[in-house]
């Protein structure tokens, strides 16, 4: 056994444990009280904090602000209405006249992808902000009152999600004229599920938290129990589905839109281009690069916001660094 | 005095959140622990009792910062490769967690979970090992080992999960268990079950003790030396009798007279600490107690106390302790038993 | 400081609270968890009223049960005379205002998304009291908790848990209850915060006449503080009596060795007690052993006690006892073990 009685100058260098190893303890074991130094901070503060120091969400706000002021700005700058056709200037690239150059009819590619681009935001916001209003109203009453009004409810998301959604929306597709806001309702209503699920899935776990045994012990009725006490808690995750569910709509426009069914020519989403251009990927692929790029930026833009959304409004521990 | 089995130099442990400074959850930590020893570690949340063990066995997340040494039988475990490491944990260091639930892998066996550990050390024989830890059941007293052997970790309930840990803690004959908060989880009459368990076994394999806990009774029950923990720093430590009887530390004395006790006599009031334990992430300059401690004077604001010995064996860090008032040992009526 | 004579102000009579176990695919309820198995106690005003068991006891559902916070299955409650488990919805508001739970987590207790002046002047809101006004209230509670005033505008996460605490306690004083039910209060606390709320509960039920019932698993801190002590065991209650007597000459073996388990901090003491360690585990609530429940797991038991349930008979006046064979005048189970 070596001898290491011997003194020897304490060891000032600093370790860190071996690298791979499953973190074994848990926050609770360094302590949490916080010292009343700054200003009280609501909720929303903190979480505004946070987000602000996500820095990919924000970089997806700064985008999303950009692609929307440019969608419903941009076609200001340009002397083209988005059906203007001129056969003269027809399938032309990008040029300083036509910036994203012409498609088969010789219409501005530039205001066209812009005006595309305003449906696609706008259908995506209407989808979101419909999903997450049923989503969250149905799955508030499954998992608040629980019994039959639970069972009920559960079988109809389980009816839903078994709903292949595309097939649904080509035959409705195929049979009805749709403009914006039915394609809007049409995909909220197949994606309302995740969100009553996400809903749900928190009210039954915050119903039996003391607090709100504290409030009925207090009298409170259950009306007051959801708007107060629970909604506040499940607005958080509700809001980052929404945006979610925007994204996943955007999605399923376009390829709505690619597949000629959905809003019809002459008006324009970023999905028709795409399909206007496939016949064309060999000689112009811009044609096709363009509304395709947009939908990518779209759809990143949102996923950012809601990461950053996600990560602020469920706070994990600060000390995870 | 013979070679301790475990001496730790100077350890300090830091965890560093985005943009805060460094919070040290251990400050310069010094204390040796000898062969067949039970040395308890007593305080409360925020007193660095647990992150010190942790972070002798490398079971901290990576962005821990721990500076100084923990020579356990000659080799530094403060720096050791991970590999090296793994040889000595579960095999010549066991350690016993809090919570029996999380502590096991719910998706095998309790009894492949305890062969795996016998199994990883070195003996090859995979029929043996199942045999080994049957045996080890039987040894802590769950009932019908050789059924429960091959059960899964749900099937079992606290306390015998908790037996269980015990069992593959001295799977492999450890010299040094080290046992935090081994009873908190558990009800009172499974408490004393475990605990008596816990004893035999350590007896059995002839270990020493580190015994994290905050419940002084359990420390009585089973301690020979005790070492009492606050913000991070030892600030009493001596031989049991003496932390009970003779406490010379104000944090100490808080803790022995705010308990309500099953012995004493039927006084109308506790005397509690006033204030909270403080954060690691901002402790005062001075003594960590001072904002709480009765016997505070300006020197106390302005530094830390050293530890001091006082005695043989027993060791304050205190500006005041040759100050404190004498200490009556508090009445003791019998108690049915 | 029992008052005799004086009417109870809560009266329990034979309470049961069982949970059905569903499982398949219809729901079917295939047993019960049986939490509270009939339950019969009295507190009167201005005692403190202790309840004390290990998991599995009932203690917690008792105490939920009582303010119909869980619906109990059968057995009833009154306040002030008044039925509590026969009270329509509107009926029971009322009631309530006279009682009220501190509960034990202090993390899950207070909203985190509300300031802690909402939080504690709800109780008032809910019950007319227009927002100013219950504020104003709600800051007096604060600083009878010892808080400051200002500190209503701060959220629950920037107080430790016992700050915390203390506001769920200022929260349950709002409506001047008469009956606070206080379930595990400090049991998730620090030692040396403990005795802190243990004090203030103990000043604050002199100071606004308040009747306790203390719901714990730490013997220690119920004797401290109680004035009669009931002792569970798997739903039912198997010793009743005052404080002095429970420690003094329990009768029940579950009590004895309960009392003998728990570690004391006194060296000498520990290293010469004769303890009696109960073997084996608690049994599970869905799955009580027949006759004594506590039967498997006692050391004295015989043929007699897997047949037939004890029921809780008086052994002397004001001890309650639900054993076949009880252990009086301070015999110890040691002694009749061996």
């Not at chain 1, 370790?15 to 074994?24: L, S, Y």
């Not at chain 2, 944990?89 to 016993?96: C, D, E, F, L, V």
């Amino acid at each position: 056994m070596a001898d290491t009685t011997a003194e020897k100058p304490v060891d000032r260098t600093v370790h860190h444990p071996p690298g791979g190893e499953i973190a074994a303890i848990t926050p609770s074991v360094l302590d949490d009280v916080v010292v009343f130094s700054e200003a009280p901070q609501s909720f929303g503060q903190q979480a505004w904090k946070r987000f602000r120091s996500h820095k990919l969400a924000i970089l997806g706000a700064i985008l999303l602000v950009l692609l929307v002021l440019a969608f419903y700005l941009a076609p200001l700058f340009s002397e083209y209405e988005y059906d203007d056709i001129n056969v003269l200037d027809r399938a032309q690239g990008p040029s300083w006249d036509h910036w994203f150059g012409t498609d088969d009819l010789g219409r501005d590619l530039f205001v066209r992808a812009m005006r595309g681009g305003r449906y696609s935001i706008s259908i995506s916001v209407i989808t979101g902000l419909i999903a997450a209003a049923v989503g969250g109203l149905l799955g508030a009453l499954a998992g608040y009152f629980g019994g039959i009004v639970d069972t009920l409810i559960s079988y109809v998301i389980n009816l839903f999600l078994t709903i292949p959604a595309i097939a649904v929306l080509l035959v409705l597709g195929v049979k009805f004229q749709l403009d914006q806001y039915k394609m809007a309702a049409l995909i909220a209503a197949l994606v309302w599920t995740r969100g009553a699920r996400v809903v749900r899935a928190l009210m039954l776990q915050f119903k039996e938290r003391e607090f709100v045994l504290a409030a009925k012990s207090a009298g409170a009725t259950s009306s007051r129990i959801i708007i107060k006490h629970l909604m506040p808690n499940v607005a958080g995750a509700l809001l980052v589905e929404a945006t979610l569910l925007a994204g996943t709509a955007i999605i399923l426009e376009s390829t709505l839109s690619f597949l000629g069914l959905g809003i019809q020519p002459p008006e324009t989403t970023l999905g028709i281009l795409i399909d206007e251009a496939k016949g064309s990927i060999d000689t112009s692929p811009a044609r096709i690069l363009i509304p395709g790029m947009l939908v990518v930026l779209i759809v990143l833009a949102i996923n950012f916001i809601g990461d950053g959304l996600r990560d602020a409004l469920d706070p994990q521990q600060e000390l995870e660094s | 005095m013979s070679e301790p089995l475990l001496r730790v130099t100077d350890l300090s442990v830091g965890f560093r959140a985005k943009g805060k400074p460094l919070a040290k959850a251990v400050r310069e930590l010094s204390f040796d622990v000898q062969r067949g020893e039970t040395l308890a570690v007593v305080g409360e949340s925020g007193s660095g009792k647990s992150v010190s063990a942790l972070a002798m066995l490398g079971l901290l997340p990576g962005t821990a910062e721990i500076t100084g040494s923990a020579i356990f039988d000659g080799a530094d475990l403060v720096g050791m490769k991970s590999k090296e490491l793994r040889t000595y944990r579960g095999r010549r260091i066991a350690m016993i967690f809090q919570d029996p639930m999380t502590a096991f892998h719910p998706a095998f066996t309790i009894g492949n979970q305890i062969a795996e550990t016998i199994l990883v050390h070195g003996l090859d024989d995979k029929e043996g090992a199942h045999r080994q830890a049957a045996d080890l059941l039987e040894m802590v007293g769950v009932p019908e080992p050789g059924i429960r052997v091959d059960q899964y970790p749900h099937e079992f309930s606290g306390g015998m999960r908790q037996r269980a840990m015990v069992a593959m803690a001295i799977a492999n004959k450890p010299d040094l268990l080290i046992a935090d908060e081994p009873t908190t989880a558990l009800d009172v009459t499974i408490q004393a079950q475990v605990m008596e368990v816990l004893a035999e076994m350590q007896r059995e394999v002839d270990a020493a003790m580190i015994l994290i806990t905050h419940d002084l009774g359990v420390v009585a029950n089973v301690a020979d030396r005790v070492q009492v923990m606050y913000g991070g720093r030892i600030v009493e430590r001596s031989v049991v009798d003496n932390v009970f009887y003779r406490p010379r530390n104000p944090y100490t004395r808080g803790l022995l007279t705010s308990l309500p006790r099953l012995d004493g006599a039927r006084t109308d009031r506790l005397e509690p600490i006033k204030g909270s334990p403080p954060s690691i992430l901002s402790m005062p300059a001075g003594c960590a107690f001072e904002p709480r401690c009765p016997h505070a004077t300006d020197v106390c604001k302005e530094r830390p106390a050293e530890l001091e010995s006082l005695w043989l064996e027993h060791e304050s860090r205190c500006h005041h302790h040759a100050e404190l008032p004498d200490w009556g040992t508090p009445v003791t009526d019998e108690v049915n038993a | 400081m029992s008052s005799n004579g004086s009417a109870p102000l809560l009266v329990v009579d034979d309470l049961v609270t069982h949970f059905p176990i569903r499982s398949g695919f219809l729901k079917r309820t295939t047993g019960w968890v049986q939490a509270v198995n009939g339950v019969s106690l009295s507190v009167h005003p201005n005692e403190t009223v202790g309840i004390v068991g290990e998991s599995g006891c009932g203690k917690t559902t008792l105490g939920r049960s009582i303010l119909r916070l869980v619906e109990p299955t059968s057995g009833r409650v009154t306040v002030n005379g008044e039925s509590i488990t026969d009270a329509s919805a509107g009926e029971l508001r009322d009631l309530r205002r006279e009682m009220q739970m501190v509960f034990q987590d202090p993390y899950a207790s207070l909203n985190p998304r509300m300031p802690v002046h909402d939080i504690v002047s709800e109780p008032l809101q809910i019950h007319g009291t227009p927002k100013g006004k219950a504020r104003e209230m709600a800051s007096d509670f604060l600083a009878a908790v010892g808080l400051l005033p200002e500190h209503g505008n701060r959220y629950p996460h920037e107080f430790s848990g016992g700050q915390r605490q203390r506001i769920g306690i200022a929260r349950a004083l709002m409506l001047e209850p008469d009956l606070v039910i206080l379930d595990e209060p400090v049991s998730a606390l620090d030692v040396s915060i403990q005795a802190q709320v243990i004090n203030l509960l103990e000043d604050l039920q002199e100071r606004f006449d308040l009747t306790y019932l203390f719901i714990a698993h730490d013997l220690s801190v119920v004797r401290h503080i109680s004035d009669r002590i009931a002792v569970m065991y798997l739903g039912n209650v198997v010793e009743l009596t005052d404080r002095d007597t429970l420690y003094e000459a329990p009768a029940h073996p579950y009590t004895q060795a309960l009392l003998s388990a728990i570690p004391v901090p006194d060296p000498h003491l520990e290293a010469t007690r004769a303890r009696v360690v109960l073997q084996g585990d608690i049994p599970s609530p869905a799955n009580p052993p027949s006759g004594c429940r506590f039967r498997t797991r006692c050391p004295i038991a015989t043929d007699l006690c897997a047949e037939e349930q004890p029921k809780l008979t008086e052994l002397s006046p004001g001890h309650e006892v639900a054993c076949h064979f009880p252990l009086a005048n301070g015999e110890l189970l040691a002694d009749r073990v061996n």
